[in-house]
């Protein structure tokens, strides 16, 4: 027999009769099945299929081949006659809702026996996988409450808040019992309230409110297309509480400005198409506008070369080079250490000492850093010989002669000026300035291939005082909590024995060292910042080579001069190049006499 198949509509119900010979025929049969239906990706959800007059029930999911007319009628035909049909209703579920499987026509067949016309019956209902918060999205200081039987969404500030007191402090300084109660607050009165302080606000614990320092900028930048420029805040000092950041920006030809989502003190752009126009970094303490503080930042992109595809504006003024001064660590011929905070120190160092780490770097555990130092005994003197560094499972080491290892016999490659990527660890290492460079999520460190080497901290808020939190260690930082002798590591005994209370060399200094305390001219604000001075450092380490009649050698000198001008440049924020009057005019001449100090290798990083 030929089937002929019409399907109405009914609200949720969607029947399907198949006409059949007559003494098939009854009255009163139908189908029931949902029309459509949103399921969140993940969820479990299931498929309902209900009739009054079912034998058998069957749901075809998307992924399953539906079986045809034919197929279904002729299948209907074999059913005994004995089967009578009842109510049914058949329920099948899924897990794990993702849209490649479950998304799509969910197929229901109820066959009602061979003496009953219909044959069987059809369904079909919509399921949809979606999230559908993410895909209608609300203000920050809302929730959305997502409503999957109708596939719709509504804003509000039905938070659900714990009684929990867990007191913070938000932007506005006001105290709230806990963080959701603030977002609930602020949802309530229309306006974004983010925590600043987990605990209470100053006010409340009669604590002195502390001013922020701004270094307030206006400048215009004008870079060729494809160069990364960081602008600033000017937030020197956050203050306490501490004062916040606002971003906006207004594109080039545009007459509004829109707000940036980041409230981080820097924002880093890369010049190209949409990136031009004018930036504004608000700062304000308690969000009071008639105290805030905005720096003003005009970037452009410079004219393009001669038959680049690139458009630019034209430049109105030279750009101004933005220096922000920068807490560094950095390591001396002779066992001297400058601290974060430009403080002297002589240690008696020898085989493997930590230098820096933090262990929850930004609060966080799971992405601890360290940087171990390795000493011996070049010309005589102590000085470092390698720079280790550990990034989660990522190890690698930069050894003297600029000889970078990844562990066993692997030696990575390099080409001057050229940056290499070192794993998963987030790092890039290039050769340039005589020095092995490595730029790292958290810091940046550079070894001079011999006997020097400085480690400069990532941070979005410059403090007057570097204070070390709960997790960071090292003599970067302080000799006072290691529990070996100067934050020695693994051997300690024979040629790796060191003695704590070594006396320094400082009092048998010649005259001639004093021209290395270098204190650089400073303005505005880093007059009182005295860590971004070069400190006595470079002065301490030439008195350590100078000790007991010893005389430096042209290595020594020449590492001395370069540690000493490279730290000053670090701390406030310039560029490592430069010359140094110790060193060859050649560069070449150097190169290879460091070469000759460390490990062979086949490939230096130079071509000389």
Known sequence: PKAVVSTQSTGSVVVAQHDAPAHHHQEGLHLEICK??????????????????????????????????????????????NERPERTIQINEWVNANKEEHEGWYTCVVQHGSNHD????????????????????????????ADYDEGTTECTCNFDCSSDFEPVCDNYCDIQWNECEMRKEGCK??????????????????????????NQQDMTIIEEYGVLVTLHSGLMVAGHPPAQVYWS????????????????????????????????????????????????????????????PFTASPPTDEPAEIKIPAHTCSVFPGGVISDFNSQGHYYDLACTHVLAADLMPGGEFYN????????????????????TFYLGRNIFEVQRGWLVHMGGSEKMRFEEGVPRTIGESGCVVTFAEWHMNVRCPHFTAHY????????????????????????????????????????????????????????????????????????????????????ARCGMGATDSCGELYCEDHQPTPSQMCSLEQANRVNCDLKQGASISGEDASCPDDKCTWFKRVLARGCPQEHPPFDC
């Open 36 to 81: 459509k239906k949103y399921v969140k990706p993940g969820d479990d959800f299931d498929i309902s299929c209900a009739s009054d007059s079912g034998v058998r029930t069957t749901i075809y999911p998307p992924i399953e081949e539906l079986p045809s007319d034919m197929e279904l009628f002729e299948a209907s035909l074999l059913i005994s006659g």
């Open 118 to 145: 219909p044959l069987y019956s059809t369904g079909q209902c919509e399921v949809i996988i979606v999230d559908l918060c993410a895909e209608n999205p609300c203000p920050d200081h809302m929730i959305c409450e």
């Open 189 to 214: 009165e229309g306006v974004h309230r983010e925590a600043i302080l987990n605990q209470m606000c100053p006010k409340e614990l009669g604590e002195p409110i502390i001013k922020p320092q701004i």
């Open 249 to 308: 920006f207004m594109a080039e030809g545009e007459t509004e400005f829109l707000d940036l989502e980041t409230r981080d003190h820097t924002l880093p752009i890369t010049l190209g198409q949409g990136v031009e126009g004018v930036y504004h970094a608000k700062v304000m303490l308690c969000m009071d506008e008639s105290t805030a503080v905005t720096s003003v930042y005009r970037v452009y992109l410079a004219p393009p070369p001669s038959g680049s």
């Open 368 to 387: 601890p850093w360290f940087i171990y130092g390795t000493f011996d005994q070049e010309d005589g003197k102590t000085a470092l010989m390698s720079m």
């Open 448 to 531: 001079d291939g011999l006997m020097a080497g400085h480690i400069t901290l990532k941070e979005l808020v410059i403090q007057e005082v570097r204070v070390k939190s709960v997790g960071e260690m090292g003599l970067c930082f302080d000799n006072q909590s290691g529990r070996r002798p100067n934050w020695q590591v693994g051997r300690t005994t024979g040629r790796c024995a060191v003695e704590v209370g070594k006396p320094s060399c400082q009092d048998d200094m010649p005259d001639s060292c004093a021209v290395l305390e270098g204190v650089p001219e400073l303005t505005g604000l880093m007059d009182n910042m005295a860590w």
